[in-house]
Antibody, heavy 117, light 108 residues
Framework: QVQLVQSGAEVKKPGASVKVSCKAS????????ISWVRQAPGQGLEWMGW????????NYAQKLQGRVTMTTDTSTSTAYMELRSLRSDDTAVYYC??????????WGQGTLLTVSS | ENVLTQSPGTLSLSPGERATLSCRAS???????LAWYQQKPGQAPRLLIY???SRATGIPDRFSGSGSGTDFTLTISRLEPEDFAVYYC?????????FGQGTKLEIK
């Protein structure tokens, strides 16, 4: 069965960086892109960007340009999302999702990032 | 970007009743590339509907989607206790993909 397993919760100070991993199994990793979606406490869903697992191409949300990098390691079927210059409003649950032509049927379990001094 | 506005913000209904949730886009959604998700507390969202009207695998037929262009609707024909949750629409026809702000369906 398809699974996306994310790395554990993180606590970071403002200005630091975080790198969240998402290990895929149960399907051919390079056949589907991976998107990242975040959700601040009590808030809605925010699309962060998309990564092609086939060629590494990316498309980032404009508000995160320059602070986010999404990468992939096809040898381990793992996608990564790095966010830099963290601020308190980056506190959120971060989800990786398998992109099926833009729809999200398979979700990771979420990674809670807390940014606090 | 294509902004999605969901209404109402909160919908209070009883089990057995019919629920109608609305999603309006600021620009036409190409190819009816609109999806609906259900989210319960502490859980990841679950895909219900894609392509505006196609049910995802395993979704009961009491859930249905309709609409095109800028106006879309999710209908739950007869509410079950497990349907009370937050619902989000998403458009994926243009970049960036965007989500609505959500409709909370609560028990009356």
């Amino acid at each position: 069965q398809v699974q996306l397993v994310q790395s554990g919760a993180e606590v970071k100070k403002p200005g630091a960086s975080v790198k969240v991993s998402c290990k895929a199994s149960g399907y051919t990793f390079t056949s589907y892109g991976i998107s990242w979606v975040r959700q601040a406490p009590g808030q809605g869903l925010e699309w962060m960007g998309w990564l092609s697992t086939n060629n590494g191409n990316t498309n980032y949300a404009q508000k995160l340009q320059g602070r986010v990098t999404m990468t992939t390691d096809t040898s381990t079927s793992t996608a990564y999302m790095e966010l830099r210059s963290l601020r308190s409003d980056d506190t959120a649950v971060y989800y990786c999702v398998r992109s099926d032509s833009g729809t999200y049927f398979y979700w990771g379990q979420g990674t809670l990032l807390t940014v606090s001094s | 970007e294509n902004v999605l506005t969901q209404s109402p913000g909160t919908l209070s209904l009883s089990p057995g009743e019919r629920a109608t949730l609305s999603c309006r886009a600021s620009q036409s959604v190409s190819s009816s590339s609109l999806a609906w998700y259900q989210q319960k507390p502490g859980q990841a969202p679950r895909l219900l509907i894609y392509g505006a009207s196609s049910r995802a695998t395993g979704i009961p037929d009491r859930f249905s989607g309709s609409g095109s262009g800028t106006d879309f609707t999710l209908t739950i024909s007869r509410l079950e206790p497990e349907d009370f949750a937050v619902y989000y629409c998403q458009q994926y026809g243009s970049s960036p993909g965007t989500f609505g702000q959500g409709t909370k369906l609560e028990i009356k």
